[in-house]
């Protein structure tokens, strides 16, 4: 009896849904940092095994959307909940020092959306390895299963495993009967292109001030594989051939294309170097990266910017 089908990964902002789908598919799908609201676009990541194939989506942060790029990420993560067999709602594990524990303005809009649509929900309860002490565990189970009538809590850290196997195992039970929905060798269905500007974004998001992430953007401009076939096959972990590629920066001001640059460019060169180290080890090449910075003002609340930089604003 094989199972198939979409389970969307909701929550709020920096609770590790990213961390958890890139966990769960083996690879670097979706761009990590501390910074919340990291992911912006839906990621497809599809998860084959000998009995099933899960289908997820990585959605933004739903968060308290200020200006339009805001409230399309936000849309973009609740509109999913629709469209999905089930849903895979996180949520972190902290509890106040007496124990009580605050679901949240974001956390209590998702649970409102959760009882409108009536999908077969598991809340995972992700970070337990941060926890002081597990027996705070038992208040955020509590105030949780109070609030919805989930399928199953699980406590799990998507950075070291703990718990991801048996939350995979219920998942699947709430999938129906059926075919594989995607090729087996297919671990999404992002391009290339879009993976590689969001590495090089990643390392914006670590290397630059508070206030630079949330107004960049990156295209990539250029993307020339005609070097990249090599004579042999690769074997695994070791690259070959060279993949050519140009990108722009967006920033929103002056102030900030001269931070992104640093002093006698040496801020774009960190950038660069560790994107390029990322890049190579995704295409499993041997890469060229040319990075230029560009002012597109207030591309965060134009809809025509938004369009252009990859964004779909809301109609």
């Known amino acids: 009896?094989?199972?198939?089908g979409f389970i969307a990964i909701i929550g709020r902002p920096n609770v590790g849904k990213s961390t958890l789908l890139n966990?769960?598919?083996?690879?670097?799908?979706?761009?990590?940092?501390?910074?919340?609201?990291?992911t912006r676009n839906r990621i497809l990541g599809v998860v084959t095994r000998p009995e099933h194939q899960i289908a997820f989506l990585d959605t933004p942060g739903v968060h308290k959307a200020k200006g339009e790029l805001n409230r399309l990420m936000v849309d973009a993560a609740l509109g999913a909940i629709s469209e999905v067999d089930a849903v895979l709602f996180i949520v972190e594990a902290a509890a106040r020092p007496d124990d009580t524990v605050e679901i949240g303005e974001g956390n209590q809009l998702i649970l409102q959306k959760l009882k409108a649509a009536r999908k077969p929900t598991v809340l995972a309860i992700n970070k337990v390895d941060a926890l002081p002490r597990k027996p705070q565990l038992l208040p955020i189970i509590d105030t949780y299963r109070s609030q919805h009538p989930f399928v199953e809590i699980f406590p799990i850290s998507a950075l070291s495993g703990e718990g991801v196997a048996e939350l995979e195992a219920t998942l699947v039970s709430l999938l129906p009967e059926g075919p594989q929905l995607f090729p087996p060798e297919m671990v999404t269905d992002q391009a290339e292109r879009f993976v590689v500007a969001e590495l090089i974004r990643e390392q914006i998001l670590h290397h630059c001030r508070e206030e630079i992430p949330y107004s960049t953007a990156v295209v990539v401009d250029h993307f020339d594989e005609s070097e990249r076939a090599p004579d042999k096959p690769v074997p695994p972990g070791k690259i070959g051939g060279l993949v050519r590629l140009d990108a722009t920066v967006f920033v929103e001001r002056d102030s900030q294309k001269a931070i992104v640059i640093g002093k006698g460019g040496q801020m774009l060169k960190k950038i660069g170097a560790a994107s390029r180290s990322q890049i190579e080890r995704f295409l499993a090449a041997h890469v060229y990266l040319s990075l230029l910075v560009k002012v597109e003002k207030r591309w965060s609340e134009r809809h025509d910017a938004l369009r252009r930089l990859g964004y779909t604003p809301r109609r």
């Open 1 to 4: 009896m094989y199972r198939s």
């Open 23 to 38: 966990r769960l598919t083996g690879e670097k799908l979706a761009i990590v940092s501390p910074k919340p609201q990291t």
